[in-house]
Structure formats: C-alpha cells, structure tokens
C-alpha cells in the first residue's frame, strides 16, 4: 500500500533540484516505490574530501535530502510544511568515485514527526552509510 498523500513522478521531482543543494551534489531521484525513494549521487569533485573520498557530509546532505522530500509526499502540503529537526549517520567504508545509492524508507510517519531511515550504497551494493533523519511537522501558519 503506497503512503504518498502526493503523487509526483521522479521527473517532477528532479525538476525542483536546480538552485538548491541538491543540484550543486549532483543528486537525482532514480525511483519512487510504494514506501520508498530512492535517489543516487555522484563521487567526485563536488563531493569529495581533501583525501580524495567521498565526504561524510554529502552522504548526509543526500540523506536528509530524500528524507525530506518523502515527508514532503506525506504531507497535505496546502497545510503543513516539514523541516528537519535531527540527523544522524554512520559512516561505514570510503568510496572515492563512481555513484552512491540512497534509499530512504519511514520508520513513523506520525501528524508532527516522521522519522526516516535511509541506507546509502556504493556501487557493488556495500553499505557506506546509514543515517536516520527525524523531520517536524508543523503547520504552515506557524512556520
């Protein structure tokens, strides 16, 4: 049973990537599933540490982006915005180029918190981070 209030295609979604961070990282929804996105990233010179590694903070920045925007598709919108109020994430094993694989799926989709999980992949399917990211909803007049 699909929990998306919001239906979207990933074409609609990576049309609201330019100007954000999101599109400096490189980063592009690959898939909506029936409780899941997915989204992938390049490891490369956007993204990379001095050592030549992928940086733990674009593997968060990828995170909380997906996280977000599956709360955003949980959402009566017209309503409610929701914002990230806490993030996690355990960096597991370095990749230095290629693509990084995220999948973000809810652990709680309450009214005014979700909580997220999202695994993080290189590209021969081994985890390199696992973070959780707990979002605030709030309605729109408050914000």
Known sequence: MAIWKNTTSVENLN?????????ALGIEVTEIGEDFL????????????????????????LAETLGSIGSGLCIDM??????????NANH?????SGY????ARPLHLGASTHIWEIRIVDEKDKLVCISRLT???LDKKDA
């Not at 597991?92 to 230095?96: L, W």
């Not at 990084?100 to 999948?103: D, E, I, N, T, Y």
Request: charged fraction near 20%; proline fraction near 7%; glycine fraction near 10%.
């Open 100 to 103: 990084v694989s995220a999948k």
């Open 15 to 23: 049309s609201h990537m330019p100007g954000t961070l999101g599109e």
């Open 78 to 87: 017209n309503r409610k915005i929701c914002v990230g109020m806490e993030i």
């Open 92 to 96: 597991v094993r370095p990749v230095r």
């Open 38 to 61: 997915c989204a992938r990233m390049p490891v490369d010179h956007r993204t990379h540490q001095p050592y030549g590694l992928l940086h733990g903070g674009a593997s968060v920045a």
């Open 135 to 137: 979002v605030a909803v």
